[in-house]
């Protein structure tokens, strides 16, 4: 038996080449697809590998009446739509262990910059200025980092600020508190003693009805003046505009931005044009070795599944639970 994989967004030459090796599959892979396109060729597919310029909605669903996974091609699941899946007995993977490292070293280096304005101060010179006095910074050394969602970049940021002497608190209702003593880190049990305690706060929580946008007016209110908060995870946990406000007041020091509600950002986000703002354009996985690493995983995971029906890092779980008597 040939299994049709369908993949309309880009993928590495990794994931690809490991698909093509194997005999039992075909392969449709023509680079960035246009919906009418993806459409068309989803009546074949028993897979489908997305990142997240393909919306996997139910009118896509209607149009796949052979697909039995999907695979996210990455973290967030965002553009696909679970409940979907689920009722048409579709399971949704995603890979999510290759952007790992480098989603973390960008929130390090964005909390960096900000501790000691280096975008700005490369910008000032540019423009022939010698603004030294202007550029004073802060030390990470002793300061409190709190990390909102420990799951593995979470946890890789915390290995790297240990490195840098900063204290730690950690929010995670998901996380065992065992598992974060095993890495030295206090795990608060409610994320408003984090809000209090924090000089940097950097989120790595995914979007659930409890966590989009919980950074607004009311969690501000409770943090630190001058507090400092990094975003490499998901735009939608922040409220734009109550950031925006937080910014311009001075109660939040500095912001780091690498995602955002909606991407791009329109012209009239309020976050944009801040002097006090450090813009990213979502790099977080944007390294040449984690997408390799995300490719191939994603690559594997429609293989063994297809092949051998093991599914790994679904996101769908309620698919494989036995229905109540």
Known sequence: MTFFVLVPDDLEP??????????????????????????????????????????????????????????????????????????????????????????????FGLMLSLARHIPQADASMRAGRWDRKLFMGTELRGKTLGIIGLGRVGRALAERAQAFGMTELAYDPFVPER??????????????????????????????????????AAAIEKMKPGVMIINAARGKLVDSADLAAALRSGKVRGAAIDVYDVEPPPADNPLLGLDNVIYTPHLGANTVEAQAAVGIQAAQQMVQYLLEGKADNVRNKDLFEEPPL
């Open 14 to 107: 990794e994931g690809l080449e490991y698909l093509r090796s194997r005999s039992e599959f075909e392969i449709y892979a023509p680079g960035k697809m246009t919906r009418e396109e993806t459409l068309a060729q989803v009546p074949r597919a028993a897979g489908l590998i997305v990142r997240s310029g393909t919306q996997v909605d139910a009118a896509l669903l209607d149009r796949a009446p052979n697909l039995k996974a999907v695979v996210r091609a990455g973290v967030g699941v965002d553009n696909v739509d679970l409940d979907a899946c689920t009722a048409r007995g579709i399971v949704v993977m995603n890979a999510p262990d290759g952007n790992t490292i480098s989603t973390a070293e960008l929130a």
């Open 179 to 216: 598992l974060a003593k095993h890495l030295g880190l206090p795990l608060v049990p409610q994320v408003d003693e984090l809000y209090a305690k924090a000089d940097f706060i950097s989120l790595h929580a995914l979007i659930t009805p409890e966590t989009e946008g919980m950074i607004n």
